[in-house]
């Protein structure tokens, strides 16, 4: 470029902006998106992959009040599913749960075969019509009459009049007869449409998956997992 100033149209010398004044000018302007940026995609209430966690009409476990959550995602259909509910729960009951640590949510991620599908939906209306203690003994029940023969996984076994008379080892003939009549309706369907966005936000891919304050649990002991738990009380505090 010529070193000789450059005139406007009137002959006048057009005045070069100095470095500093520019420097300034882009500074300024980075600050501002930067703060945009913050205030639209800020970690506000949301796990560590960017989805949004709504625990509101989950059915769960523990001291309302408790700071951590944790979320299982689970197929009733899923043997693996059915030995951490027998083996590695009970524990998780015991020391995290009951002692009013945690506040523990199931959330259904069925993708095994219809009966998958079809006992997410029974048990979302039980939840819905029955309330939260009886979806747990319901959910309990369920996962040990689970067959133990992994070749029956992908057979129609948990038809709508296994459901039912296994719901009714758990309460009134009335009760049952009251989620009966509610089978036909979208109250179970869009409960785990619900569930199967949460699924999709979080990127999960198998069962059962924990998560902790909205963050996957990638440890293999309980150990593991109570620290976890416990570092997400201090972040809390």
Request: one cysteine or more; a positive charge; glycine letters at 8%.
């Amino acid at each position: 470029m010529s070193n000789q100033k450059k005139q406007n149209m009137k002959g006048k010398p057009v005045k070069k902006k100095t470095s500093s004044s520019a420097w300034i000018f882009w500074v300024i302007g980075i600050i501002t998106v930067g703060l945009l940026v913050f205030l639209l995609t800020g970690n506000h209430n949301k796990d560590n992959n960017g989805a949004s966690i709504s625990y509101k009409n989950q059915p769960y476990l523990g001291n309302a009040d408790a700071s951590v959550k944790i979320i299982e995602f689970g197929d009733y259909k899923c043997p693996i599913c059915k030995d951490f509910n027998e083996s590695f729960f009970p524990v998780i009951d015991k020391e995290l749960i009951q002692t009013g640590k945690v506040k523990f949510y199931f959330i259904n991620y069925p993708f095994i075969n219809v009966d998958s599908k079809r006992s997410a939906e029974f048990g979302e209306t039980v939840y819905k019509e029955l309330g939260n203690d009886t979806f747990w003994k319901f959910h309990e029940l369920l996962y040990k009459k689970q067959p133990v023969d992994e070749s029956l996984e992908h057979k129609d076994i948990f038809t709508q009049d296994f459901l039912l008379k296994t719901l009714g080892e758990v309460t009134t003939k009335e009760n049952v007869k009251k989620v009966s009549t509610k089978l036909d309706t979208s109250t179970g369907s869009k409960a785990v449409e619900t569930d199967n966005g949460l699924v999709k936000d979080l990127g999960v891919s198998g069962t059962p998956t924990l998560f902790v304050n909205g963050k996957k649990f990638e440890g293999n002991t309980f150990g593991d997992l109570e620290k976890m738990v416990d570092d997400a009380a201090k972040e809390n505090k």
